[in-house]
């Protein structure tokens, strides 16, 4: 077959072009480990329930009331480093022990609570960054020492022969949530929202910016043409232009292929090395052990049917991007021409429904707006996604087709362009015209 | 039936006419010279032979095919080589050789290999060719394909007097076994080497035609360089 040839010539100049190696290839394998480590890296940062915590503890009372609580610090899972009567720079004797936070009983604790009147204990907590681990730890510190204050009320309570406990809980709260059909629990639930951010969230974000990369290859097969002022050669050659296209599109597909490989690898690792997170999040929201695995449902399953479909939905969602980037490339006069249309032409369709899809269910925005969503392909590649991640496959499967059918439209449109002499003449600049 | 014809031939570009009822004959076997200054509309109609272009009004055909109506079948009979055509930098002079080869379905390589005279450079990326080589390597594969008719825009534009006095040589070898050339230049002494027959084009449309011999004694002039500043001048 003669447009063989073409095809090969295409693969070649499209594998040379670094931008595509890096861009495409590259940077899946990079960004997406990188993304999957760091958010592990974080997971690990994220001060465990049993894990025991070195505070100080300044006793300026010395009295029975502080024995008491110093005992009830323990039993939280603190160790409290004593210093007996000191009046010196909380914050340097934080740092001369090595301890993030303080405790400081004040002078007349035990006395007030053998009076019945309320005692005073200050915490000092040194906060390292502004970050979500951080104020996780500060907010985890206050939780353990206002227990500790209980467990110290439970004591005095007994002491005056009340069952403090049963009276701060005289009835338990018990129940389940209903999530698209399944029963779950409001510690799963928690968990659910935290491995949003990780999976729901974060895994649409990366493929966004993925695509919109893989985008270019195909406009850049076009601009190089024109660049490269080898267009006119191309098109007087004895064969349809169809072909021509036929053979641009097959070769950037090849590269999308070899893009999707890299991006599903890099989405495996990333994936994996969510596993010490996920349980991580799971274990601190239910009190279970740290090994113990999610619910299924809960994250992204990594099943065999879950990940073949995922592997079509990002095939397709590239496929779609690179006929976006053929019309770019026809419509523009060169390479970074045609590279920027394409993204212009893409980030709106990518980030429109990405942005409202966060916010709701697309059932719940107003018909006008959900048709038109509805009207853009990488919607689909969205809710494909997230229908996944809900292992309803089938949904899957025709949101897969929508996708399909958009690609087919984009491709006549190109095949279109691509006859006659509009690939010559028609230009679509970015630059800003200079003044007569 | 002429190798090359057209009747009445205008295109416009928006309101702007680059051909204003142009109307040539080229004979099968001749080497045709166009000759003009800058946006006479030379490469417009080179454009519109090659079926890149459609007229906007008349006709143009090549060996009596329409390049609007059988685009098809006027591209297996041309080979175009435009004025600042470029190369596939990742290709090696032979694989692009053979590509051209592959898409017009003969078995030429050897004889494109042959009349680019690159030798052993033919097995470098063509990236790294200078601006001799690369036309030479796109006018083997221009001829190598044994065209009826080889439309070449100033095929010598910008090369050294080595690399131009071989291209020379290369179209009066193929002229002679029978290929026709539509040859655009602003080299008149090339003009006159080469070619049959001469066209004068200016704002779009043929102000002089002839054999150059005969439109040097016709105009009494020393050669075509001559001839060129005279009718120009006119014209203005």
């Known amino acids: 077959m003669r447009v063989s040839a073409l095809i090969k010539k295409e693969l070649r100049e499209l594998l040379m072009e670094r931008t595509i190696i890096i861009g495409v290839i590259l940077m899946p394998l990079i960004i997406l480990p990188m993304i999957g480590g760091a958010l592990s890296a974080a997971g690990e940062t994220f001060a465990r329930p049993t894990e025991e915590i070195r505070i100080l503890l300044i006793d300026n009372d010395g009295g029975k009331y502080t024995a008491v609580f110093r005992n009830s610090l323990n039993r939280l899972g ?124 974060l895994i649409p974000l990366v493929l966004v910016i993925m695509i919109a990369t893989s985008g270019t290859v195909a ?29 641009k599109l097959f070769s950037s597909s090849v590269i999308a292929l070899i893009g999707t490989a890299s991006m599903f690898a890099g989405l495996l690792i990333y994936l994996s090395s969510l596993g010490g997170f996920v349980s991580m999040a799971g274990a601190s929201s239910t009190g279970a052990s740290a090994s113990e695995p999610m619910s299924s449902g809960l994250v992204f399953p990594l099943t065999s049917p879950a990940l073949a479909l995922l592997a079509v939905v990002l095939f397709v ?22 590279q920027q249309l394409a993204g212009l032409m893409q980030m ?52 897969i087709g929508a996708m399909t059918a958009f690609m087919a439209a984009i491709l006549a449109i190109a095949a279109w362009l691509f006859k006659g002499e509009r690939l010559l003449t028609m230009r679509i600049s970015l630059k800003r015209r200079s003044p007569p | 039936m002429y190798a090359a014809e057209t009747d009445n031939l205008w295109r416009f570009y928006g309101e702007k006419p680059a051909l204003r009822g142009l109307n040539i004959k080229v004979e099968e076997g001749e080497v045709f010279g166009v000759i003009g200054p800058n946006g006479a509309g030379k490469t417009t109609l080179f454009r519109i032979l090659a079926t890149l272009l459609r007229p906007s009004r008349g006709s143009a055909k090549v060996f009596g095919r329409d390049v609007v109506k059988e685009p098809g079948e006027v591209r297996k009979m041309i080979t175009y080589l435009p004025e600042d055509a470029g190369i596939y930098k990742h290709l090696s ?13 003969v078995d030429a390589v050897e004889r494109g290999a042959l009349v680019s005279g690159l030798d052993d450079a033919l097995r470098e990326k063509m990236g790294g060719y200078s601006k001799g080589m690369r036309r030479r390597i796109l006018l083997a594969s221009c001829l190598m394909v044994n065209p009826r008719l080889a439309i070449l825009d100033e095929p010598t534009a910008g090369l050294d007097v080595e690399h131009a006095v071989y291209v020379r040589k290369i179209i009066r070898e193929y002229a002679s076994e029978g290929t026709t050339f539509l040859v655009s230049s602003h080299n008149m002494l ?11 084009i200016h704002r779009g449309e043929i102000v002089e035609q002839g054999e150059p011999a005969e439109l040097l004694t016709r105009y009494g002039v020393q050669n075509l360089e001559e001839l060129f500043v005279q009718r120009m001048g006119e014209q203005r």
Do not use: W
């Open chain 1, 317 to 338: 969602a590239m496929a779609i991007t690179l006929s976006v980037g053929i019309l770019a490339g026809v419509l523009a006069g060169d390479v970074r021409g045609g």
């Open chain 2, 93 to 105: 002079g032979l694989d692009f050789l053979k590509m051209m080869a592959s898409l017009y379905g």
């Open chain 2, 190 to 200: 090339e003009v006159s080497y080469l070619c049959d027959t001469v066209a004068l």
């Open chain 1, 78 to 201: 603190f160790t409290p480093v004593l210093i007996s009567g000191s009046s010196g720079d909380i914050q340097e004797l934080m740092k001369e022990h090595g301890v993030l936070a303080a405790v400081v009983i004040v002078r007349g604790f035990s006395q007030s609570l053998a009076d019945g009147q309320r005692a005073s204990v200050q915490l000092f907590i040194s906060m390292s960054s502004a970050s979500t681990s951080e104020m996780q730890r500060i907010s985890m510190l206050e939780d353990r020492v206002s227990a500790a204050i209980a467990l110290l009320g439970e004591v005095l309570a007994s002491e005056r022969g009340l069952q403090l406990s049963f009276y701060n809980q005289p009835a338990k709260l018990e129940g389940n949530l209903f999530y698209r059909g399944r029963v779950m629990s409001f510690a799963e639930a928690e968990s659910l929202i935290q491995l949003y951010f990780t999976t729901n969230l």
């Open chain 1, 219 to 247: 406009a850049t097969s076009i601009g190089l043409e024109k660049e490269a002022k080898t267009l006119e050669m191309l098109l007087i050659l004895p064969i349809r232009r169809t072909s021509i296209l036929l053979a």
């Open chain 1, 348 to 399: 709106p369709l990518l980030l429109l429904p990405f942005m409202l899809l966060q916010f709701t269910d697309i059932g719940n925005l107003p018909p006008t707006l959900s048709t038109a969503l509805m009207l853009n392909p990488f919607t689909h590649m969205l809710l494909a996604i997230r229908t996944i991640y809900e292992e309803a496959y089938l949904a899957t499967i025709l949101h």
